[in-house]
């Protein structure tokens, strides 16, 4: 059964740690993605990766690091100097990102910083 | 960069009313793509247009390309309870190398 998991859930930290989010696909696909969405907002991207061992910059990437040293695995580490880390993290895949081939998401992990 | 706009953010109707969702871009697209995200879900993808000026239906959903490939439509006739939730449009910047843009999305609100 083909898909995207994303764990945990839900993640609860306290201020000044660093968490790390974990994303799986076993679709086959090179281009994997990471959006942040708050309530009632949109997708805002952060980080994307179009083959193992290459990754980007989103619009709102300050704050966060990742890593593709698997084509199955993209993590998404939130950093303490993001200021505002409490959102719903989505990761995404799709099979080429310069195409325009469809994105298929994950069921998401809602962090809440405290 | 390029910007993808949505109207209306909000949309309450009454259950069996119809919905219309636009989208606009700053630039000329070379394709749009519609998502779905329920309450408490994620997006998944319902649709994508590529012609200009190209219709495309799904049951009570119909969708639109302009004819300039600047912006797109998602109509829903007699609205059903199933309905609720996000509708985003994201498109793709004709000759760009960007991916993607999504919307802010269009919460559509069914009341019985």
């Known amino acids: 059964d083909g898909g995207i998991t994303q764990s945990p859930k839900y993640l609860f930290r306290k201020e000044g740690q660093n968490v790390t989010l974990s994303c799986e696909q076993n679709l086959n696909h090179d281009a994997m993605y990471w959006y942040r969405q708050d309530p009632g907002q949109g997708l805002r991207l952060i980080y994307y990766?179009?083959?193992?061992?290459?990754?980007q910059k989103g619009d709102i990437a300050e704050g966060y690091s990742v890593s593709r040293e698997k084509k199955e695995s993209f993590p998404l580490t939130v950093t303490s100097a993001q200021k505002n880390p409490t959102a719903f993290y989505l990761c995404?895949?799709?099979?080429?990102?310069?195409?325009?081939?469809?994105?298929?998401f994950g069921p998401g992990t809602r962090l809440t910083v405290t | 960069g390029q910007q993808v706009m949505q109207i209306p953010q909000y949309q309450h109707v009454q259950e069996g009313e119809d919905f219309t969702t636009y989208c606009n871009s700053s630039t000329t697209l070379s394709n749009i793509q519609w998502y779905k995200q329920r309450p408490g879900g994620h997006p998944v993808f319902l649709i994508q247009?590529?012609?200009?000026?190209e219709v495309k239906k799904q049951k009570r959903l119909t969708f639109q390309f302009g004819e300039a490939k600047k912006n797109s439509s998602l109509h829903i006739t007699a609205t059903q309870t199933t309905d609720v939730g996000t509708y985003f449009c994201a498109g793709v910047e004709r000759g760009g190398a960007d991916g993607l843009t999504f919307g802010k999305g269009t919460h559509l609100i069914i009341q019985p």
């Open positions: 995404a895949s799709s099979l080429d990102r310069a195409s325009s081939y469809e994105q298929y």
């Open positions: 247009l590529v012609k200009s000026g």
């Open positions: 990766s179009q083959i193992v061992n290459d990754f």
